[in-house]
């Protein structure tokens, strides 16, 4: 029988898939206050939880209109793109070290960007259509009236920025799935532009006077039928479908490499999934402004990866639709502890050892991703046994960090 979920003291519209004596304080705080606000028709809390800027990792808010841009997060859009292939890991070259290499040639990482148009869009009629599209789309945003002197560095990015990796827990990885088959997943998001297109509307939101009472004014709202709500929601659309586009770029960059480096390798169609967005969705009969923040939409039948942390691999999950979580399911590991504590804890030795056998970066400049800052990703997902199927368990072979 499943221990969860299990409601949050002190609040009548919370549950939670985690041990509330598990979740730091100051989640726990940030949860309470979500729960507060006039707008909450109920919050559901996924078993990856920690705190995070505004709102709380791992959570899904159904808000009755209204909709609060700290509960999707500054990374607009982010989330996993994962495809198998036809190879078995036992026919990937020796030197994987190669291939890694050969990706990271072709996908900027860190701050990195393009020096122009991605290779693979040139490459792409598909991609190439769709690049063109987006950045037609971007001199529409409404963040350019918003911040029109501010605004130039967002511009010159986000054309060389589609098709790169980021930093921090992105990543690029070539995996051994348990049916035996090479997966390649990815993680990455809107990356600069979509941040400050979040960081833009959040500012606007707390000028707005029926914010000024609030406990924490990181959770300010925009309200439904305002003119502030409908251009958050038109920027936020062009972000999600800019976020998607960035992964399906690198996808194809790492695609392209391995068919160069792989005779015969062919792959199937890509599951792709948000963690970081806003849904229009129907629960208990009302229609709500769902926003999952670190969190995949886990409808009955909807294929999602739920990552682990560098060097321990992924999930690949179906959905059971249950309405309990708002259909929801968690988008990884989720942290253990800070980037901070984990540099003043680890050492590059440690994070060697912790990814032995792996072909990845074991400097120092990635040890706040050191598998131990995780929570584990096995008991993560035993913990969400009422809201996925597993559909695969894969081990990581091969990681791009940036």
């Known amino acids: 029988m499943n221990r969860f979920p299990v409601p949050l003291t002190g609040t009548d519209n919370t549950l939670m898939w985690a041990e509330e004596a598990g979740i730091e304080e100051s989640a726990r705080a940030q949860l309470r206050n979500v729960a507060e606000l006039p707008w909450t028709h109920g919050v559901r809390v996924m078993p990856d939880v920690h705190y995070g800027k505004g709102a709380t990792v791992g959570s899904v808010i159904a808000l009755n209109q209204a909709v609060a841009p700290a509960a999707v ?59 063109a599209t987006i950045l037609d789309r971007f001199e529409g945003l409404k963040a350019h009236e918003l911040v029109r002197g501010k605004w130039a560095p967002a511009a010159s990015k986000a054309s060389t920025q589609v098709g790169t990796l980021g930093g921090g827990n992105h990543f690029i990885e070539l995996c051994a799935g348990d049916d035996d088959r090479v997966w390649v997943t990815l993680h990455s998001g809107s990356r600069g532009t979509g941040n400050q297109l979040a960081q833009v509307h959040m500012e606007r939101a ?68 948000h963690h970081n967005y806003v849904a229009v969705e129907t629960y208990d009969d009302t229609e709500l402004v769902v926003t999952r923040k670190g ?51 680890f050492t590059a030795d440690d994070l060697a050892a912790q990814t032995a056998g792996i072909e990845c970066r074991k400097d120092a400049g990635v040890v706040d991703e050191i598998p131990a800052a995780y929570k584990d990703i096995d008991s993560v997902i035993d913990d969400q046994r009422d809201l996925v199927d597993v559909v695969a368990r894969l081990q990581t072979l091969l990681c791009v960090k940036g």
């Open 73 to 131: 997060g500054v990374d607009i859009g982010c989330g996993m793109t994962a495809v198998r292939t036809n190879l078995r890991p036992d026919q990937l070259p020796d030197d994987l070290g190669v291939l890694r290499r050969g990706i990271e040639r072709g996908v900027p990482v860190g701050f990195g960007a393009h020096k122009g148009e991605p290779r693979a869009v040139g490459l792409h009629d598909d991609l190439g259509r769709r690049y």
């Open 206 to 273: 707390q000028g707005l006077a029926h914010n000024q009472g609030l406990v924490d004014r990181d959770l300010s709202v925009f309200l439904s039928g305002t003119p502030q709500m409908d251009a958050y929601l038109h920027d936020l659309w062009w972000a999600q479908d800019y976020a998607l586009l960035n992964r399906d770029v690198i996808l194809r960059s790492v695609t392209d490499e391995l068919r160069h480096r792989i005779d015969g390798i062919a792959f199937d169609e890509p599951i792709r999934c």
């Open 295 to 345: 969190a995949i939409r886990a409808g009955k039948g909807n294929l999602g990866v739920i990552p682990g942390s560098m060097g321990t691999g992924s999930y690949i999950v179906r959905g059971l639709g249950n309405p309990a979580s708002y259909e929801s399911a968690s988008h990884g590991a989720g942290r253990r502890m800070s980037r901070n504590a984990a540099r003043r804890q």
